[in-house]
């Protein structure tokens, strides 16, 4: 039975090795395909995103962290640019008739799953787990995607989330998606 919590300090190792597998730079080629992470994460910044965010969820499958999810303010998330970047581009969107502000919307993502466990109800009940926890801060959910990795892009409208606009940086193209918080997700 898996297992759904606020990771802590000594969840970290674990974590970082399920990143590893997934992040595109140290991702098996013929698993690209099948969704990846693009940023890369330190144990240091995970530990500010434990102790200072608590925003770092994860499934358990007994010692193994077999999904995470990272959620945090737009304050932790601006030291890189890219997230620096959409916190500029906030300015002037709205939804659901509230302006969206670094104040009332956060950055939910990247999020990883190990894929032994892709395409089973894990997906749903970890991005719920994590929203139940974030709704309690910010109305508002805000990530993106890039648009090479339609696994992701598919498997975040199933969830429910909404293209708010679309963006390039970098010389990458993005969806930006929305979700208001107070809605629990609907399992399709």
Known sequence: ????????????????????????????????KDGFVTTPFSKEELTELIEQESGLFIAKDGDEVVAYVMSASWEFWSKWPMFAFMVQNLEGKSFKGSAITKNNSYQYGPIAINKRFRGTVLLFEIFDFAREHMAK????????????????FKAHS??????LSEFEYNNNHYYEMVYDTSVKVKRV
């Open 1 to 32: 039975m898996l297992e759904y919590k606020i990771a802590q300090l000594c969840d970290i190792e674990a974590t970082l090795k399920l990143h590893a597998k997934y992040q595109v730079d140290t991702i098996n080629p013929e698993d690209k």
């Open 137 to 152: 801060r910010y109305p508002i959910l805000i990530t993106f995607v890039n648009k090479i990795n339609p696994r992701s």
């Open 158 to 163: 199933k969830l429910g989330l909404k293209v």
